[in-house]
């Protein structure tokens, strides 16, 4: 994979900002007016458990510290529910569904929906997940073919958008429907009102979000892509199938006996479509694009793989035994996590490790800068597997991996994620080469998910 001459004794330095004071971020983003909030972070982000971010009308307080940011995930007082301007951005997007609910709107939805979670099982779903690959790979054999150059974002969006499909609806996904959803989230990523600079620095807390008509345009063009796959589903007389839509559609609140609405099935089983695809898709699209610059490591998981499944199908069993290839997954989570920040607010005046906080003070956990900060992580910004190996993990200081968040509300489709991620590099890399056009030009920006700030262009070939 790749083309460039590399040293493979050195540790790589996959793309990101470089740290700079508080004040030059600050410029820096203001110059780049991309409204990125990875240029905003400071250096001291990467070296500090606590760091008071300046600059802002509502003061605002990153934690990196492994202990106080589990305290505040388990919330035992109710003190610290989702950020206000998290929740204003995806409410067009996906109501007060248990994304974004706290207290007890979360618990009640959780309960009712606890029942679909069995369809994320990884045994209950290997079948959907391989019989997907299949199909996506008579696609690359076609792109590889004809050597046109793809877009990876969107190939990775493809394809998991069909599997969270069929896992979700029993039915795969209209390739324009895939592209669709995928072109309108980029849309509602770029211009919702959450990331804009002005609204961090000069915004109150607790104000309403207004979001543009852009932003609300796109929403709805993707709700409607959700509703027109439930309407059959909840249509008289249809036929109940067993899998997460029927179990939602069929999910009713254990106290009032209620069932969801047409809008709160949309709104929570768009949860599921979205965080189901959109964040593993992310987390695809840079480990292709890692690979495609490290030979060394494609040549290490295409060994891992044919000890482990020969020239044969890739098994459920084979796929859970490939400890490298999960490596460098949790790797590619560890230095991008698809969900940059996890903002909480101060519903009331509180203390945080000593520290004196106001009603309304934003609390950003940040599994990005947790992830690379130097107290806690040897070579912090460096891509390494190898630290994820069995006799090394003992090293890792808890708390302080989060890419799927911690605690109760952790991301109930964090292993599903992880399986079907390494099923899919187990496949594509034993069988393709891929090739980034331009890579000096690749670099991260956070918004909602951490994505390129260019849609990477690469070239795919057979083997």
Same mark, same amino acid.
């Given at each position: ?52 971010? +300046?600059?802002?009308? /509502? ?5 990196? *510290? $492994? =202990?106080? !940011? ?5 919330? @035992? ?25 706290? +207290?007890?709107?979360? /618990? ?5 929906? *606890? $029942? =679909?979670? !069995? ?5 209950? @779903? ?338």
């Amino acid at each position: 994979m790749g083309g460039i001459l590399i040293d493979a004794n050195a540790l790589y330095r996959p793309p990101a900002p470089a740290p700079l004071s508080a004040l030059a971020a600050l410029v820096r983003t203001v110059l780049r007016g991309e409204q990125d909030l990875l240029s905003l972070l400071p250096a001291e982000a990467y070296s500090k458990p606590i760091t008071p971010l +300046g600059f802002s009308r /509502r003061s605002i307080l990153l934690v990196n *510290d $492994p =202990a106080v !940011s589990t305290e505040i995930f388990a919330d @035992a007082e109710g003190i610290y529910p989702k950020n206000d301007l998290m929740v204003g951005a995806l409410e067009p997007l996906v109501g007060n569904s248990m994304f974004v609910s706290s +207290g007890e709107i979360w /618990r009640r939805q959780r309960r009712m929906i *606890d $029942p =679909a979670f !069995s369809h994320m099982r990884i045994n209950r @779903a290997f079948d959907v997940m391989a019989a997907t690959v299949d199909d996506y790979e008579s696609h690359l054999d076609r792109v590889a073919g004809t050597g046109e150059s793809i877009s990876l974002d969107a190939a990775m969006s493809h394809l998991t958008a069909d599997i969270v499909c069929r896992t979700i609806f029993s039915k795969s996904l209209e390739s324009q429907t895939a592209r669709d959803v995928f072109d309108n989230f980029l849309i509602f990523e770029r211009h919702v009102a959450n990331v804009e600079l002005g609204r961090l620095i000069f915004g109150r807390p607790f104000a309403q979000v207004h979001q543009s008509d852009t932003v609300l345009a796109a929403c709805a063009r993707i709700r409607r892509h959700i509703g027109d796959l439930v309407d059959p589903r909840i249509a008289t007389g249809a036929a109940q199938i067993d899998d997460i839509a029927g179990a939602v559609i069929a999910a009713q609140d254990p106290q009032s006996g209620l069932r969801f609405t047409r809008e709160e099935l949309i709104d929570q089983i768009g949860v599921f479509f979205l965080a189901g695809h959109e964040t593993t898709a992310s987390a695809l699209t840079w480990v292709f694009f890692i690979l495609s610059m490290r030979p060394e490591i494609v040549a290490r998981m295409r060994a891992e793989i044919a000890r482990v499944s020969g020239d044969g199908p890739v098994e459920f069993e084979h796929a859970k035994q490939m400890v490298y290839v999960r490596n460098v997954f949790r790797e590619t989570l560890r230095l991008y996590p698809p969900i940059t920040f996890l903002p909480r607010v101060a519903a009331a005046d509180t203390t945080i490790a000593g520290r004196r906080i106001k009603r309304g003070a934003m609390v950003m956990l940040a599994p990005w800068a947790t992830h690379r900060n130097a107290i806690y992580w040897k070579n912090a910004d460096r891509f390494d597997p190898d630290r994820f190996a069995p006799e090394n993990e003992k090293n890792l200081v808890p708390g302080t991996y989060m890419p799927f968040g911690l605690g109760q509300r952790i991301c109930v489709g964090a292993a599903f994620a992880t399986f079907e991620s390494c099923l899919i590099l187990a496949r594509l890399v034993r069988r393709y080469d891929f090739e980034t056009l331009a890579p000096e030009k690749v670099r991260p920006v956070a918004r909602l998910t951490t994505r390129p700030s260019r849609e990477i262009s690469v070239r795919v070939r057979r083997r």
